[in-house]
Nanobody
Framework: QVHLVESGGGLVQPGGSLRLSCAAPELSFSTYAMSWYRQAPGKEREWVATISSPSGITTYLDSVKGRFTISRDNAKNTAYLQMSNLKPEDTAVYFC????????????WGQGTQVTVSS
């Protein structure tokens, strides 16, 4: 049984920062691309960022470029999303997503962590 466990969400004021973590102890972590998605109330889930492995190439949703940074530590089986200069429109449940390299049919979702940006 594979579990992705997110942490680090919370309430932050506009302009503030948070770092989300996604731990995946059961995965062959280095063989998975790791992504973050988010879902705001009443909206569909949207992709935020991806980091590949082993190259570490990163891609971002345009609206978060320059503010969010995705990273990974393969030795710790953990991915991160550093979020800075947060805006109210970043408020959402953030989900971690792992997809096996070369096998798009093998993937896992985390349970989500709430991020609320409000004064």
């Amino acid at each position: 049984q594979v579990h992705l466990v997110e942490s680090g969400g919370g309430l932050v004021q506009p302009g503030g920062s948070l770092r989300l973590s996604c731990a995946a102890p059961e995965l062959s972590f280095s063989t998975y691309a790791m992504s973050w998605y988010r879902q705001a109330p009443g909206k569909e889930r949207e992709w935020v960022a991806t980091i590949s492995s082993p190259s570490g190439i990163t891609t971002y949703l345009d609206s978060v470029k320059g503010r969010f940074t995705i990273s990974r530590d393969n030795a710790k089986n953990t991915a991160y999303l550093q979020m800075s200069n947060l805006k109210p429109e970043d408020t959402a449940v953030y989900f971690c997503y792992a997809r096996k390299r070369y096998d798009a049919n093998l993937y896992y979702w985390g349970q989500g962590t709430q991020v609320t940006v409000s004064s």
